[in-house]
């Protein structure tokens, strides 16, 4: 199954991109762009690279996840949204590396916006001062101290015009999902679907950048110069538009076509935007748009060795017949554990593979499990003690989805269930699971075969077990007759 999900990821990522190509890092998410780098967000940590491509470096290491990253005007320091403190708060760290400072300390949520266009204050969003379910926009000083509410009733995003008396800004959006272009429910068009307007600071009027008649959903604004770019969903899919705020007038910003552009953020003469898991850079003067192509040489902490605590992921457990020990399946591997003294035991240690669905043998000596490990679902078994080679057995033609598995009690059958929730019978005497060569028996209609579990497919089963003596097979679940060949 897993071979047949990579092969769909890899038909989409073609369609997508328009062509094959060599795979960079994946998910990289949240760009802000200055005159010569860029900043995102990667594996909870913020990374930063040339605008030209290449290795990125990272740049925060902070515990907890840091994202939102906003570059200051002049591009020394990168204003960011992290929680190293226990909380969501807004931290201010130097483009060049070094250790980031906390500004805001509020019990609520704070999350990075943008900057003033001096430099001197880190625009945030935040729910201090809201007595429901809304934000507004607060600055504070880049070296923290008190904040400053902006006169707006309430707000969710925003950025400066170039003199700071405007703001261009999201008075309201759906509220209780991640902040991307399509936090909204897609293609919403509804009474929360998010307009963008245009404020005046002195006096709090509001001029609204034109909708169409049926509404739609516009956020992210970027004030570059005269213009207000912004992602909006009016034409289908995320896409960026520009308003030309002197001459009234509304463009589409040609761009690369695929999926919705999730994010965006803007420097003088480029905009930088996630689309697809990938970066983007586009040049405002000469309409050029290119992929930014970025290696990270640094190792993840998340892909080092390490221990975990398994008391919240254990999915199954199964006693021994004789109770001394029992069986758990837990983050994809197979342990034994003893009842009172004695080791645990990875039968499995197989990082990277799922081992699932464990069942022990009636004479204790051996546990079967299904495993991915190739690609598709197989049964292994093994002993108990972890000793000697694993057998693998093949299963199911087509692969499909297995769960469940039942020996009989003279240890020489095993009862599977199939995703079609078809019982299949499995002889070791016959193939598999003697080590004599595989074969499965599936159960197909007027099949009266002796030994078979069923005479015809079953819908709705969940659970088989051997009834003795080792002939029947007991089936629970709201069981009914499938369609044939089902």
């Given at each position: 199954?897993?071979g047949?999900?990579?092969?769909?990821?890899?038909?989409?990522?073609?369609?997508?991109?328009?062509?094959?190509?060599?795979?960079g890092?994946?998910w990289?998410?949240?760009?802000?762009?200055?005159?010569s780098?860029?900043?995102?967000?990667?594996?909870?940590?913020?990374?930063?690279?040339?605008?030209?491509?290449?290795?990125?470096?990272?740049?925060?290491?902070?515990?907890?996840?840091e994202?939102?990253?906003?570059?200051?005007?002049d591009?020394?320091?990168?204003?960011?949204?992290?929680?190293?403190?226990?909380?969501?708060?807004?931290?201010?760290?130097?483009?060049?590396?070094?250790?980031?400072?906390?500004?805001?300390?509020?019990?609520?949520?704070?999350?990075?916006?943008?900057?003033?266009?001096?430099?001197?204050?880190?625009?945030?969003?935040?729910?201090?001062?809201?007595f429901?379910?809304?934000?507004?926009?607060?600055?504070?000083?880049a070296?923290?101290?008190?904040?400053?509410?902006?006169?707006?009733?309430a707000?969710?995003?925003?950025?400066?015009?170039?003199?700071?008396?405007?703001?261009?800004?999201?008075?309201?959006?759906?509220?209780?999902?991640?902040p991307?272009?399509q936090?909204?429910?897609?293609?919403?068009?509804?009474?929360?679907?998010?307009p963008?307007?245009?404020?005046?600071?002195?006096?709090?009027?509001?001029?609204?950048?034109?909708?169409?008649?049926?509404?739609?959903?516009?956020?992210?604004?970027?004030?570059?110069?005269?213009?207000?770019?912004?992602?909006?969903?009016?034409?289908?899919?995320?896409r960026?538009?520009?308003?030309?705020?002197?001459?009234?007038r509304l463009?589409?910003?040609?761009?690369?076509?695929?999926?919705?552009?999730?994010?965006?953020?803007?420097?003088?003469?480029?905009?930088?935007?996630e689309r697809?898991?990938?970066?983007?850079?586009?040049?405002?003067?000469?309409?050029?748009?290119?992929?930014l192509?970025?290696?990270l040489?640094?190792?993840?902490?998340t892909?080092?060795?390490?221990?975990v605590?398994?008391?919240?992921?254990?999915?199954?457990?199964?006693?021994?017949?004789?109770?001394?020990?029992?069986?758990?399946?837990?983050?994809?591997?197979?342990?034994?554990?003893?009842?009172?003294?004695?080791?645990?035991r990875n039968?499995?240690?197989?990082?990277?593979?799922?081992?699932r669905?464990?069942?022990?043998?009636?004479?204790?000596?051996?546990?079967?499990y299904?495993s991915?490990?190739?690609?598709?679902?197989?049964?292994?078994?093994?002993?108990?003690?972890?000793?000697?080679p694993v057998?693998?057995?093949?299963?199911?033609?087509?692969p499909?989805?297995?769960?469940?598995?039942?020996?009989?009690?003279?240890?020489k059958?095993?009862?599977?269930?199939?995703?079609?929730?078809?019982?299949?019978?499995?002889?070791?005497?016959?193939g598999?699971?003697?080590?004599?060569?595989?074969?499965?028996?599936p159960?197909?209609?007027?099949?009266?075969?002796?030994?078979?579990?069923?005479?015809?497919?079953?819908?709705?089963?969940?659970?088989?077990?051997?009834e003795?003596?080792?002939?029947?097979?007991?089936?629970?679940?709201?069981?009914?007759?499938?369609?044939?060949?089902?």
């Amino acid at each position: 199954m897993r071979g047949r999900a990579r092969a769909v990821l890899a038909l989409l990522a073609v369609i997508g991109s328009g062509g094959a190509r060599a795979e960079g890092p994946r998910w990289l998410r949240r760009p802000a762009v200055s005159r010569s780098h860029v900043v995102f967000a990667y594996a909870d940590d913020l990374w930063i690279v040339g605008r030209g491509g290449g290795e990125a470096r990272r740049l925060t290491v902070e515990p907890g996840m840091e994202t939102d990253p906003t570059f200051s005007p002049d591009g020394t320091r990168v204003a960011f949204t992290g929680q190293a403190g226990g909380n969501w708060d807004v931290f201010v760290i130097a483009a060049a590396g070094g250790e980031a400072k906390r500004i805001t300390f509020n019990p609520a949520v704070d999350t990075a916006v943008g900057w003033s266009p001096d430099g001197a204050r880190v625009l945030f969003r935040s729910d201090r001062a809201s007595f429901a379910d809304f934000g507004r926009l607060f600055t504070c000083p880049a070296e923290g101290g008190p904040a400053e509410e902006l006169p707006l009733p309430a707000a969710e995003q925003g950025a400066f015009s170039p003199d700071g008396r405007r703001l261009a800004y999201v008075p309201h959006r759906y509220h209780g999902s991640a902040p991307d272009s399509q936090a909204a429910w897609k293609r919403y068009r509804g009474g929360a679907a998010s307009p963008i307007w245009l404020a005046d600071l002195a006096d709090s009027r509001v001029e609204p950048i034109p909708r169409p008649p049926g509404g739609c959903n516009d956020s992210n604004p970027l004030w570059v110069g005269d213009r207000v770019y912004f992602l909006s969903d009016r034409e289908g899919p995320a896409r960026l538009f520009a308003w030309d705020v002197g001459a009234k007038r509304l463009s589409k910003v040609p761009t690369a076509d695929g999926t919705d552009i999730l994010s965006a953020a803007a420097a003088p003469g480029v905009i930088a935007y996630e689309r697809l898991g990938e970066l983007h850079l586009l040049d405002l003067e000469s309409g050029k748009d290119r992929r930014l192509e970025v290696t990270l040489g640094e190792e993840l902490g998340t892909a080092r060795p390490r221990h975990v605590w398994l008391g919240d992921s254990v999915q199954m457990v199964v006693p021994a017949p004789n109770a001394r020990r029992a069986v758990f399946e837990a983050r994809g591997e197979i342990l034994t554990v003893p009842a009172s003294k004695g080791a645990i035991r990875n039968l499995t240690s197989t990082p990277g593979v799922a081992e699932r669905q464990p069942a022990w043998s009636a004479d204790g000596k051996s546990i079967a499990y299904y495993s991915d490990e190739s690609g598709e679902y197989a049964l292994h078994v093994r002993s108990q003690d972890g000793l000697g080679p694993v057998r693998k057995f093949a299963i199911g033609d087509p692969p499909s989805y297995f769960f469940h598995l039942s020996w009989s009690p003279d240890g020489k059958r095993l009862g599977l269930l199939r995703q079609a929730a078809s019982p299949v019978g499995a002889r070791p005497g016959d193939g598999p699971f003697d080590a004599r060569g595989p074969r499965a028996v599936p159960v197909r209609p007027h099949d009266a075969r002796p030994g078979l579990v069923a005479r015809r497919p079953l819908a709705g089963v969940r659970q088989a077990a051997r009834e003795p003596p080792a002939r029947g097979l007991r089936l629970r679940g709201p069981v009914r007759e499938g369609p044939p060949g089902h």
